[in-house]
């Protein structure tokens, strides 16, 4: 595997760290891989006993962040639910630390997510919603050869383990060119965090005070922010949300085809939707075709700012990458842009991407996204954006607008693609992925996970 | 069947509330679009076409049938719940009420059952998140606070030479608050503060913390008790004395602040685009 001071070409610039990295899990800090393959298996404690020796034999094989930039191998990581807290025994005071909407979990935050409708929890698919997904171990990797490996060490631990079930497994990789079920290459953006131990990659901006993604330390308002109790199961442990998103490809080659001609209108209204071009290459430095030498490179695919085109005659201002993440966008609506950022490390599932898919059958071929995400205060985060950015266009002065890429789209949607002399509104976006799944995890540091893997009682 | 710049002209114009056309002067539009035939296959939003013409010439304007009239076909009343259970159960509540309050019920409940059916409000009342009430896309959030001793007389300062100067500038910035009000109650010990605002209740308080944490904290800093707005405790001190509205009322629940600056300058640019053809 190329690690990342690798695929940084020798430009990555290390500096002092300030984190506890050899108890913080690998996968706050280290990016997916590129290739990436791996899985994500959901389990399920019969008991707390069991449970706890899940972890005790687990432990051994979790990954740490120690030397993140630099690694190479294939890790593990693994999270654990609000019930499968209570499934191992955890004591009622420190339950009750744990923020509400994480211990109401996911389905359960529904309306406030605006969850509805077709990515109503009633509609998800087992064994999501259920309140039985405990425990999730995943594992990533740029072989098939070391995922396996990797994989058949965790196996072991829990074959055979008549306290514990397998409730879901889920491959993911080997998708050509790393592409999602769109067709993009996705994952560019990722925010750059003090005191991780390198400085912030082209493009990534300042970087973000560490308690706003891993807790115990300071966040941007200068003060930690809550964390579960006691200290040593909290701290150095972060936030997971799991969303699986469902790609409807004939409904977004469809819509391309309904509003535009030729292939190369089509691919540009495609890139004015997203931000991007499909090799990643962003509208901001490739206006008018896409570039695919600079979407693959990370020292220049991400290395731009809005700041001459504050009225999204480049980037759309209701696009999917300028909404999740505004950079110095003026907007009409004060926001602080760093405290909404999220760590994102996304796996595709399912077929790969058919240009030639048009038809309604061709929107249930289950193939998608497992949107993975991870913050500090990820459950208000994932609140935040839903309600406020990706559900609504007051931010942007879009009025009911919704983010063509992750809305809920309700009838007669609209898309509005800034340009000379007049805009354009484009007509009949509908939802192009469908929530059909989700949970919120707990991912503990090391020591953490050997605390509650001794828990008495 | 395809539309003349001249059909979506009328059209705009009968939405934005033009209830007569005097015709247009010069030949920039086609007076085809203004032909009885051409306007009566358009329906625009239950717009009735009378008294149809074309004109070019400004003295055409004098003579009434050649005008175009656009009138609005009344909303369609939507069916309402059974009203006489809700007289009644008002009614029982108010044989205890006072002679004044009686004689207006009495009025009032004759007034509803002699109109037209009352349309429902497309904004039902609903929470505002964790606390407050909403209507639509506007929310309410009404605190008494309690002043440190001698507090009040420094927040009117405050409010009276510094607010116009800067803080305006913040609250304008933040972009959500539709209005504010500081009335200061029981000489001076105690502070009302009521405000309308978009969205939900607490999803931008954090930023409230990193970006204009001075405005607020000088707002409120004289409150007894107020942690300062960047603690981590500050919203359970809001809730704290937080009184969420029985009733909100909003005459246009649809319409953030956003919007509304975004209408005030399109509206203007109409105005100034209907002079110009005028």
């Known amino acids: 595997m190329s690690s990342l001071q690798d695929r940084m070409k020798g430009t990555l610039r290390t500096c002092p760290v300030s984190v506890e990295l050899h108890d913080i899990q690998a996968t706050i800090l280290r990016y997916r891989p590129e290739p990436y393959y791996g899985t994500h298996v959901l389990l399920h404690i019969e008991n707390a006993g069991c449970g706890r020796e899940l972890l005790q034999r687990l432990v051994p094989h979790i990954s740490s962040a120690a030397d993140w930039w630099k690694a190479k191998d294939a890790w593990t990581a693994v999270t654990i639910s609000y019930p499968g807290l209570v499934a191992l025994g955890v004591p009622g005071e420190s339950l009750r630390s744990f923020p509400e909407a994480f211990r109401l979990g996911m389905a359960a935050r529904a309306e406030w997510l605006h969850d509805r409708g077709a990515n109503d929890p009633k509609n998800w698919d087992p064994p999501f919603g259920s309140g039985q997904i405990h425990v999730a171990v995943t594992i990533f990797s740029d072989t098939q050869e070391k995922c396996h490996r990797a994989l058949e060490l965790a196996r072991q631990q829990f074959h055979g383990f008549a306290g514990v079930t397998v409730l879901a497994k889920n491959d993911f990789g080997a998708q050509p060119g790393d592409l999602n079920p769109l067709g993009y290459k996705d994952l560019i953006g990722q925010p750059a965090i003090a005191g991780s131990g390198i400085e912030p990659l082209p493009g990534q901006g300042r970087p973000i005070e560490a308690g706003e993604f891993i807790l115990g330390y300071a966040g941007e308002s200068g003060v930690p922010l809550p964390m579960p109790q006691p200290d040593g199961l909290g701290r150095n442990g972060t936030y997971l949300g799991l969303r699986k998103y469902q790609a409807r490809v004939g409904a977004f080659n469809r819509f391309l085809h309904a509003n535009a001609q030729a292939r190369e209108d089509r691919e540009l209204l495609a890139a004015k939707l997203i931000g991007r071009w499909r090799s990643g290459a962003p509208l901001t430095l490739a206006p008018t075709e896409d570039d695919p030498a600079l979407g693959a490179d990370p020292l220049r695919n991400n290395d731009f700012t809005y700041a001459d085109d504050p009225q999204g005659k480049q980037v759309p201002l209701g696009s999917h990458m300028r909404r999740l993440n505004p950079r110095d966008t003026k907007m009409p609506v004060l926001a602080d842009v760093n405290q909404h950022r999220i760590i994102r490390r996304s796996t595709t599932y399912g077929a790969p991407y058919d240009p030639n898919a048009l038809s309604e059958q061709d929107d249930e071929v289950a193939h998608g996204t497992y949107f993975l995400f991870l913050s500090a205060k990820a459950m208000a985060t994932l609140e935040f954006l839903q309600r406020e950015w990706i559900n609504d266009g007051n931010f942007m002065a879009l009025d009911n607008e919704r983010d063509p890429v992750i809305g809920l789209q309700q009838e007669a949607a609209t898309f509005t693609i800034p340009k000379e002399p007049i805009r354009r509104r484009v007509l009949g976006i509908e939802s192009f992925n469908v929530l059909r799944g989700g949970e919120y995890l707990f991912m503990p540091s090391l020591s953490a996970l050997k605390w509650l893997a001794e828990l008495k009682g | ?278």
Request: aromatic share 8%; net charge positive.
């Open chain 2, 1 to 278: 069947m395809t539309r003349t710049v001249a059909e979506h002209l009328v059209d705009t114009l009968a939405k934005s509330g033009v209830r007569q056309i005097y015709g247009v002067v010069g030949d920039s539009l086609n007076r085809e679009a203004f032909s009885l035939t051409a306007l009566r296959r358009r329906a625009a939003h239950g717009a009735s076409v009378k008294n149809v013409c074309s004109c070019d010439h400004r003295r055409d304007i004098r003579r009434s049938d050649r005008v175009l009239n656009i009138e609005r076909k009344p909303n369609m009343a939507t069916r309402t719940p059974d009203l006489e259970q809700k007289f009644q159960k008002v009614r029982e509540l108010f044989v205890d009420a006072s002679p004044i309050s009686k004689a207006a019920l009495e009025n009032v409940i004759r007034s509803i059952q002699s109109a037209e059916p009352a349309t429902e409000s497309a904004a039902p009342m609903e929470s505002a998140g964790r606390i407050g009430t909403r209507r639509g896309k506007v929310s309410e959030l009404t605190v008494i606070l309690p002043i440190r001793p001698g507090g009040a007389k420094r927040m009117r300062a405050f409010l009276e030479h510094l607010h116009g100067s800067i803080a305006n500038q913040g609250v304008d910035r933040v972009g959500t608050v539709h209005d504010m009000r500081f009335v200061f109650l029981e000489n001076d010990t105690k502070l009302l503060f009521c405000t309308a605002y978009d969205g939900d209740w607490d999803p931008y308080i954090d930023d409230f913390g990193t970006k204009i944490p001075d405005i607020l904290d000088l707002q409120f800093g004289e409150i007894e008790g107020w942690p300062g707005i960047r603690s981590p405790k500050i919203k359970d001190f809001i809730v704290k004395h937080q009184v969420p509205a029985y009733f909100w009322y909003v005459a246009n629940p649809n319409l953030t602040v956003v919007e509304t600056r975004r209408l005030e300058r399109i509206g203007k640019a109409l105005d100034e685009f209907l002079d110009k053809i005028g």
